[in-house]
């Protein structure tokens, strides 16, 4: 096989697998090259992943060795896409009642999505995370997008207990904006004691959900290394019971009356810098 | 730039974008190469895309031509993966009482998710379909796989009205197996008339939340073009309201007694082939 073939089998293979050790030998017997050869192609992979700004292979030196595809998205891919983000939730007519601001468009699109978790990734991919938890429903997609770029399970938390899930484990938590008192639920098998997890969810207001979280994560016993929201609401901040997150994007004055909104960029690039 | 470096950024672009036209003129200005490079590139893509067995590059001619990525998986890949998981879901210990089956960890997984969703993608990707529809939760990661495939947005139906989607169209169901009269509930912005959808689902038993959800999208005038679910309870068949649809496994004989259950292949082959 001749190395324009390899190298497009092998650069699918490798994006399809990203964070995991992908050993010389394995590509060596995949496409009946030297190990020479392939390590050439991999030379050749890694300074175009880096010059494409999608990310870089780290080498693992020794017998049990091998690369691993990190994906970092460059700063300039990331604000590109922020600021594209943004223009577009500022359109005021996705005001509706209450203040909140309609989402479902963007959070439909799997490309933004994928993207989005791109960025959660980019942030998190040293913190050695085993699961990304969620909550039900509108944090899903981006919890997948992220545990795919992260090579590790999506931990959906419920608000309702389903017959079909087992026994599990429920906390009662006060939702910060509304005051309210609420319930969560993860079923026990999900996850394994003492797991190092991130939880990523698409908005916060005062963070009460994501605390709640946290709480009922205390009993699993699990690892909180990262918090990540697509949107955090700025007028919320004085009453925020969540202090250390990652954020995409800002929202602030969402003013209903005269249709206006000001969406800006989160704290992302001061987390990855 | 070298062929093999634009191999690898041409195919990270392709792979990340199935479904799209890409023009040769956009690679050729991206990667400063002549037409006729590219289009000797985009030859030997195809070539090793099906070699790969991950599907093939459609060219369209004239001048508002170029290339899609068509996402076909082929049928040994197919098998292997879906007789892995059939084998995985035959665990007993999957077994939950009222013959429901835990299958949470599975749907997890973004790789395996991914994969489901390349197989309908595989099933449908003639049949220009605009959206793919989903109904609220254990569906939606499989929504978005597929979606993510065929390159259009995802529509989630809710069981429960939101605050924060404006205003709904709902309809009321009954519930095939428990017989029980359900609501589900679709935002009114969310999806334009006469679009043409593909229902995706984890589950069927009787069918009646998928034919809750074809009422409910008649409300929108939507033109159904294919139904696929992972798992069909084949112990439910004579009760069906739901009869052309495309699964990927069977699930018979979950005795709860005997912790046992079998789980065969659906109907993809014949559906694809």
């Known amino acids: 096989m001749k190395r324009s073939d390899r190298l497009i089998g092998m650069t ?10 992908i050993s010389l030998p394995f590509f060596s017997e995949r496409y009946q090259a030297a190990k020479s050869s392939i390590s050439e192609d991999l030379t050749i992979m890694n300074n175009m992943l880096k010059e494409e700004g999608i990310g870089y ?3 693992i030196a020794g017998a049990a060795g091998g690369v691993r595809y990190i994906p970092k998205y460059n700063d300039q891919h990331s604000l590109t896409f922020l600021e594209t983000l943004a223009n577009r939730l500022e359109d005021p007519t996705r005001i509706l009642p209450g203040g909140y601001l309609f989402m479902s468009d963007l959070l439909g699109e799997p490309k933004t999505v994928r993207n989005i978790g791109r960025l959660f990734a980019t942030a998190f991919s040293h913190l050695d995370i ?30 309702d207990p389903k017959i079909t899930e087992g026994s599990t484990v429920s906390i009662n938590y006060v939702s910060g904006s509304s ?18 997890v991130c939880i990523i969810d698409d908005f916060m207001k005062a963070g009460g959900t994501i605390d709640g979280m946290k709480s009922l994560l205390k009993e699993f016993n699990a690892e909180v290394k990262g ?47």
């Open 12 to 21: 699918e293979y490798v994006l399809e697998h990203p964070m995991q050790l």
């Open 57 to 59: 292979l780290e080498s």
């Open 130 to 159: 085993e699961a990304v938890v969620t909550v039900a429903t509108k944090g899903i997609p981006i919890a997948y997008a992220v545990a795919a770029f992260l090579n590790v399970p999506v931990i959906i938390v419920r608000r």
């Open 179 to 196: 005051r309210k008192i609420q319930t969560m639920v993860l079923t026990k098998r999900s996850l394994k004691n003492g797991t190092k």
């Open 227 to 273: 918090i990540g929201v697509l949107a955090e609401a700025e007028d919320e901040e004085d009453e925020r019971v969540v202090t250390d997150y990652l954020s995409l994007l800002q929202i602030s004055n969402v003013d209903v009356k005269n249709a206006k909104i000001d969406v800006s960029l989160g704290n992302y690039f001061d987390y990855v810098n």
